[in-house]
């Protein structure tokens, strides 16, 4: 059995739905200040991002953050980017991080500077994300620096990796995927997700080659606070998609609505990856301009912050959670039932309560498989608890399988409540026996006959010349001519888009020249197909 290196790992090992939040930057030399954000995310999030240098600004250091919150008791992961340092440096941070209590690192390339507030500052570049992965699997594992000289001891912590599912070309990111993880990736953290189509052809394909039982997916779920804020999302940060349905929701309200919106839309996404059937292991909440906002229940400490994580991880704990092995299995599928929210004392709770309880979220999931076309006859049922102590903020699954037959027994609830004390006491290393304990919800896991998910490409209306998606002109040279081409903006090219050369097609990790003679077109998985017109 796999030993977990972090709380983190702990949790994705027991098979639970995570929860991370991304820590505010901080421009203060206070340690307090570090202290302050985190009381915003404690008990409401599983773990915490320590930012390095995010969107090439400089804020306070991803390791000296990152220890801070370890030594207040919250679950750090540290950023490491390759935009700053060069592998001498990253090797002794990475070194460093794992002697001040870093369990879960996260490599990235990072932000060119140019998008930052520093342009002319240098980028060092000397290694990417995929070399990084490598070089900290290699510390850890074979207790080596790069070079091959020996550690006197080797780091201990989970690698994590980042993946845009929604910048093109959308077949190559799963296959980046199963390059970070041949590196060393053992999580994945995605870019912020607002199309679902995309994300489910991420998924799918990833399925497809094997990756989800072998890594762990975190989707990114972003929180909105403002139009303003979502449009510099869409317009400064490179690799977003965010459709202009979302801007227009937070334009339809007043500034003083906005945030709540924000929440709104926050939790709709979250519904929807459920809907969609996402196998995301996880996601990771990210909020905007937290600082801004103000407490808004009775304990001085709630935060709009504590209630979207709060709300989200409610939501959460309903999703539709697709078994990671048998996803794309062409036989079956397993997914949980919407659950039965119920909070009230395991003891209080008579066998007869509980089967009336399961056997309604079966009639429920057969009328949902039917409407579905799915052959609800032949679907098997698993029943499950969510069990906690009394006043704990979070819970356990529980399966009830092996413990009754036919009807729900007192005997089988007495049996669940051992088995939650169990459970507990091998996830968090200690059971109170002698607390009551509080079923939060039922649970129902489907295991149903489904036909193979096949991607199929999208249709859109083809615009000849999109205007959202003009930047300008430019002079270029082609065989000696001065040319003017039309400057476009990669991410605002919907699928079937056509755009005439001479044209540039810019991106935030390549740019494309459409010479005269020749035209671009998007297809409908969202690759740019150069042709002679």
Known sequence: MTEPRSRLHELLLAGEFVLTAELQTSDSADPGSITKLAELLRGSVDAVNCTDNSAAHAHISPLAAAHLLADDGVEPIMQFVCRDRNRLALQADLLGAAALGVRNILCMTGDDVSVGDHPEAKPIYDIDSVHLLRIARIMRDEGVYLSGRPLAGAPSFLIGAVENPFAPPLEFRPMRVGMKVEAGAEFIQTQICFNLDKMRLFMARCGELGLLDQVWILAGVFVPSSARGVRYLRDQVPGVDVPERVIERMEAQPPEHQKAEGVRIALELVEQVREAGSDADALEVIADARKEWKPVGPDPRSTQVNI?????????????????????????????QRRWLELRTLADVTADHAEDIFRQLEGTARAELTAEGMNAADARFARELDLRYTGQGYELRTPLEGLFEGRLTAAALRAARDKFDERHAQIHGHAAKERPVEVVSYRLRVRVAVPKYEPRAAAAAPSPRPAAAVKGQRMISLNGTMTQATLYERARLDIGATIEGAAIVEQFDATTLIPPAWSGRV??????????A
């Open 523 to 532: 297809d409908g998985y969202g690759n740019l197909i150069l042709a002679r």
């Open 308 to 336: 979207i994580a709060r709300q989200a991880r409610m939501n959460i704990g309903a999703l539709l959670k697709l078994n990671p092995l048998e996803l794309f299995d062409p036989d079956h599928a397993e997914k949980d």
